[in-house]
Structure formats: C-alpha cells, structure tokens
C-alpha cells in the first residue's frame, strides 16, 4: 500500500506493508485523510532544520545524548541517532474510510461500515489503517467522508471550547483563525456566544466573519487589547482562545490583557510559554491548557484497549467529542464547505505540502483522496531488494519486531557478523517499520505477515524482539516451523506458556530439535565469563549477592503492563540465569519477599528480594529496587568462594580479593550482546552446542515465574 512519510529530504509517498487487523481495532480502507496545516507543516519544518538548530531548540535532549554516550557508549548512541535521524516518520492523523475487517472483541462495527478515524499512531496518510475502535466513529447522516476526515482537528476545537465552560451571552477572543479558530469561532456562535476573531490574515478574518464571528480584528488596523476593551464596555473578555500557531509568548500575553477579571484563558495552539506574572495576577485568571481530542487521549486503557469512561462520570471523551462534531455538521451547526477546495490523490501528497509552505497559496486545510482499492489491503509483504538466492554458509535471518532494541543492539550485530548472518526479512506490526528497517539492512523483504516469515523455506532463524506478551507465542511458532528461535527476554510470561515450549521439545530428539536462544546475555560477557573460570574449582558451594538499583519506572509505563508482565519477569530474569550460569546446578528452592508499599506511588515487583537455593548448596540472592539513586551504579555482584570474593560493577569493572585475578575494565558496559549472537551462529553453522542449554533457559523461567507468585500473586 501507498503511504506518505516526511524524511530528511522531505515528503515521500513509499510502498510499505499493510498493517493486520488486531484485538480491539479494526482495518479500514481509507477514502480522505486531512492535512493538518498547523501540527504536520510544523513536524515538516522541524525535520529539514539542520541538527544544530534543533540542538539549540532542545537543550536537554544533548544532555540525554551525553548521558547516554557515558552510560551505553558511543557506538550505541551512534546506532540510536542514526536510525532516528534516517528513519522515514509516518505523518497524519484525522482520516475517514470503509472497515474491510473488525478484530477480536470488537461489536460496535461491522465490514463495510463508513467510519472517521484519529489519532497519530494510526490515521496516518495511508491507504490503509488499523485503527483502536475508541478513535473511530460511524458517519453521521448528511456527512460527506470529506467532511469527516476532518474529526481530528474538529474534536480538537471542541475540547478547547469544552475546556474554557462558555456560558450563553459571553464575548470570546479567539486568537488564530486557521481552520481550528474557525471551527472554534463556530462551536462558540452555537453555544450563544458572542465571538471576536484575531488574525493576520484578512481572507481569514472574513471568511469567519462569513460563518456568524461577530466582530474580526487584524493587528495592523486596531490596538487590540484597547479595541476588546472597548467592545466589551471596559471590562474585557469573558475568556479566549489561543488557536495559533507560534514561537512567541507575546500572544499569551495579549491574550491575558484582554480579558476581565476572573477571566479563562484556553491554549489549544502552540506558543511560547514564557507568562509574565503580572499579566495574570491581579486579575487572578485562570490558565487551561486543553489536550487534543479529549478525556482518553494518551491513555492506553482507553485507547489501545477500547475500555470506555462511563458517561455519567465523564460525559465527554475523545470518542464523544469526535461522535459529536460530526453530529453539528449533520445538523447543519457547522459548516466547513469553504474549507473543502484543496483535494490531491495520494501519489501527489508532495505537491500538496509544497503548496501549503507558500502563504498566499496555503488553504485553511487539504486532502489527500484515496482509489478504495482493497486489493491495497492485502499487500502485506513489500519486496525492498531483488530476490536473492539462498547464501550458502551464512545462516538466512528474519527479524520480527523493529523497535529500538532491535535497531540499537541486534540489527547493528547481525551486520558486523555478516560473514555468518544475512538479513533476508524484516517482519513489524507497522509497515512503516518494517520498510524503514529492511531498507536500511538491504532486507529482501519486508512484512507484517508473521506467517509469511514461517513459510519462508530460505529463513533459517528468527530473531523475536517483539512486545513481551508475544514472545512465547511467536518462539513457538517458528519452532514449530522448524526454524531457530533467538527470543530476547523473557521466554513466556505465564506457566502455561512455558509448559507449550518445554512440551515441544520433550517430543522432540536433541538433533531433530531446532534450537532455541532466551536473550540472556549477561552470561556471555567477558565479566560472566572469567566470574565462572575463577570459581569452576571451587570445593564448597558459593553465595552469590546481587543488586539491581533498576530506578523507577511509572506505574502506568508498560513494563509494568500485561503487555510488559513487570520486572521481575521482563528484567531480574537476566539474573536468575546467571546464578545458573555460574552453579551451573539445578533449583531446589525460591523465596521471595517484597515491601508493601505505603502508596501507589511503587508497586510490589518494583522492590522485592529473592533467594535461590541450588542443589549444589550454592546460593544466589537478588535485591532488586526502585527506591534507589541514579547516581550509583545500576548492577552490583559480589561473589563468595572459597576465601575469595569477585566483585563486579556494572559490568564496566571486575575485581578479585583474596587471590589473584586479573583485573578487567571497560569505559562502558558491556553486557555479553554481541558473544552471545556469535555462539548462536556458531551453534546453528557448526558445533550444534547449545549456548545456553535448554534446562537452564527453562529453569531461569521457572524462577521468575516463582518469584513472581510469590511476591505479586494474581495482580500487581
């Protein structure tokens, strides 16, 4: 399918896959998608400006990038700010179509239904979207799906308009006439209020004055501030919005000064912030700021789930708002015909942004018109380099999930180990993804069709970096299909998961058996290594003492998601497969406590300590907390053994008391990444040794899922 993306060079319509329907979305075959002239030129700006200027704009992303370098390394942050610099950003966000399909758990829409959609994770300018059912709503009667495509920023005027609570005979500033001021100018002359425009654009002005504005105002004819004074009998205005667009703090300033006492100011726009206090306090104004479409907005609850806020409690949401805006234009409340001249067929999306850069050519809004051609839907493999034949000695890989683990660490990897991996596939949820990163790495293809990756004969190994939930799945999936199977961590995140895998392989005889790799990594670094050499002579069983100072992470942030499954499951499992690494013996006992914590502000698996007994005697304990500073390193062993103790710091240092070990250090950490993709190779291409057997790949899993029982039982 054919999607619209800005880049370095500007604005590209690229073939990319088409995204699959999933649980509580549906896919719709898109008729109009509308071009924000504010929010999409300003993100089109922003990428053609030199780096420097964007460095001078955004402080404290050089301060991340410097703390990053110290931290990760360069090489690292090379790799992140390459991909991001090179990548082809999907633009759009407000479109209207036909469903062609509805996911899992979805009732309120059927095939064929005509829809308006939003959001920028997925109403992109494309001919084909997979849209949450909480962003879409059916057309009302009497509403083109030109119109419609218009929801996005329609609701976006409503919210700012609900934010600001007009009551009936008020006197309302808006400041900025494009097409959000006019659909503002319009809600507001519904709701009884008397609306005075401000812009600098005379067709502006009256073209609003045209749709019922009361009174319209360019700064070059009037004082502004003296004019709303006047108008509204020496007191100012009731309230205002601010729907323009500009770097300056001066129109919130004047937007301040217009008003009368206990007076509301609403920013929907984006200007500068900088408020001067005097222009707010003696007349104790109130400052909202109103957020997108509305109540739902940035929630994944609500958004990627489809769980509604219950209307008695919150009467209107996003989806409300979007719903209802299309309702003032079936009635005949709203009228954005004027606004509808600028209309281009997809293949000239380039020409339309070259016209809206040009101030007398640019309308209030434009389109991009789709052909309905459903056969779009069904290209969901897109074929980025010519077909290549199967590369004898190099081990044919297909990467499924292109994140920014896959893109900063594995991808990077697999390149340096050309000489035995080639990366034939790239596999993603997006389209956008999986062309972006295939192209980059010469891929043959790219797809969101996880089965054609399964059906590939040429494809010996999959490398799954997909969201945590999937991992399971997909791994057994791709054994099934007798492929190699790199998961990064962790394996499953239930036991029922897990017994499917280890159910697998007990059918299975150890040459017949495709092999299996759980990222744990840190047993394959320099400082694992020479860890487990010092003690492989030891006479008595060793205490293993780890701390993960893991920092805090949000409640709400996925990790902690059935999506993410915790830290415990998606991190400390690192560890327990390092204490089986090192005792190389099986479990024989878990304990595990965690604090309860007095507020919500932590949840139970952010700060828990588990025990690990092995048959061998050997213990390993794991403190693992979010309650500590930044400012020490994140991971800290100390090792017992024999008289001696091996301490190890963050793994950038290695250190021996009691014996002679030679000491190791690295300027940055270095977790084992790059050996442990190489003894994968080495296995598959020659010595058919596992790098981690699979007793300890499961046992590791067994521990977490333990721990995780024990110290969250059935909920977080």
């Known amino acids: 399918m054919r999607q619209v993306f800005v880049t370095r060079q500007g604005v590209e319509v690229q073939e990319v896959p088409a995204p699959v329907c999933e649980a509580d979305t549906v896919r719709v075959l898109t008729s109009y998608s509308c071009i924000s002239v504010g929010t999409e030129m300003s993100g089109v700006r922003a990428t053609n400006m030199p780096l420097w200027k964007r460095a001078l704009q955004r402080p404290e992303q050089v301060k991340q990038v410097v703390e990053m370098v110290m931290k990760e390394g360069y090489q690292t942050t090379r790799n992140l700010i390459k991909n991001k610099l090179s990548a082809a950003f999907p633009t759009g966000y407000s479109a209207c179509g036909t469903v062609i399909e509805v996911g899992e758990n979805v009732t309120q829409f059927q095939v064929g ?56 005979g008020e006197t309302v500033v808006v400041i900025g006439l494009g097409f959000l001021g006019q659909l503002t100018v319009q809600m507001l002359e519904a709701s009884g209020v008397r609306t005075i425009g401000i812009d600098t654009d005379h067709a502006r002005l009256k073209e609003a004055k045209e749709n019922g504005m009361h009174m319209g105002m360019h700064p070059d004819d009037f004082d502004n501030t003296q004019q709303v004074s006047r108008l509204t009998d020496g007191y100012g205005a009731d309230g205002v919005i601010i729907t323009a667009a500009s770097s300056s703090s001066e129109i919130l300033s004047q937007a301040f ?72 234009i079936s009635d005949g409340r709203l009228s954005i015909q004027h606004a509808l001249q600028a209309t281009f067929p997809i293949e000239d999306a380039p020409d339309a942004y070259r016209m809206l850069k040009e101030p007398e050519q640019r309308p209030l809004v434009a389109f991009l018109s789709y052909p309905g051609d459903e056969e779009a839907s069904k290209k969901q493999t897109i074929f980025t380099n010519k077909s290549i034949s199967k590369c004898e000695g190099r081990i044919e890989v297909a990467v499924i999930g292109a994140g920014g683990f896959a893109k900063s660490t594995h991808l990077p990897i697999l390149e340096k180990l050309h000489s035995k991996y080639n990366i034939r596939a790239i596999m993603s949820r997006t389209g956008a993804a999986a062309s972006g990163v295939a192209s980059q790495y010469n891929a043959e293809y790219a797809t969101t069709d996880y089965q054609k990756i399964l059906d590939d004969d040429n494809i010996d190994a999959v490398f799954i970096t ?20 790199m998961v990064e961590k962790p394996l499953c995140l239930t036991s029922e998961e897990l017994e499917k895998i280890e159910t697998f392989f007990s059918t299975k005889s150890t040459n017949d058996a495709p092999l299996l790799l759980t990222g744990f990594n840190r047993r394959f670094s320099k400082y694992a290594e020479a860890i487990k050499q010092a003690i492989d002579n030891r006479s008595n069983p060793v205490i293993i003492n780890y701390r993960m100072n893991a920092g805090y992470i949000p409640s709400e942030h996925w990790v902690h998601s059935e999506v993410g499954g915790g830290r415990n499951l998606g991190e400390a499992c690192h560890i327990y497969d390092l204490f089986g690494f090192l005792t190389q013996s099986p479990v024989k006992s878990v304990n595990a406590s965690s604090i309860s914590p007095s507020g919500k502000h932590y949840l139970k698996s952010d700060n828990f300590v588990a025990t690990v ?48 070990l030679q000491k190791i250090t690295t300027t940055v950490a270095d977790k084992g990444h790059f050996e442990e993709l190489e003894a994968f190779a080495d296995a598959i291409l020659g010595n058919g040794e596992w790098p981690i057997p699979l007793w300890q790949q499961l046992q590791a899993s067994k521990i977490a899922l333990d721990v995780q029982r024990q110290i969250v039982g059935d909920g977080q």
């Open 113 to 168: 239904d005509k829809v308006a959609c939003a959001g920028a994770q997925c109403a992109h300018h494309a001919e084909v979207l997979n849209v949450p059912v909480n962003l879409c709503v059916p057309l009302a009667p009497n509403v083109s799906e030109q119109e419609a495509s218009t929801v996005a920023l329609g609701a976006i005027a409503m919210q700012g308009v609900r934010r600001l609570e007009p009551s009936l």
């Open 257 to 328: 000064k217009m008003c009368r006492r206990k007076a509301r100011v609403v920013l929907v726009g984006d200007v500068g912030l900088n408020i001067d206090r005097s222009d707010i306090y003696a007349k104790e104004l109130d400052f909202l700021v109103s957020t997108s479409y509305g109540p739902g907005r940035y929630d994944r609850n609500y958004e990627e789930k489809g769980l509604e806020y219950p209307l008695p409690y919150i009467r209107w949401t996003e989806n409300r708002n979007m719903s209802e805006y299309l309702k003032l």
């Open 466 to 485: 997909t969201r945590h939930d999937t991992h399971a799945d997909y791994a057994l999936r791709a054994l099934e299909s007798g492929k190699h199977v």
């Open 613 to 660: 007994t092995f048959c061998d005697g050997s213990i390993g304990t794991l403190t693992y907390t979010a309650l500590g500073s930044k400012d020490i390193p994140k991971e800290l062993a100390d090792v017992y053994s024999d008289g001696r103790i091996i301490q190890l710091a963050d793994y950038k240092s290695l250190e021996g008391f009691g014996f002679k």
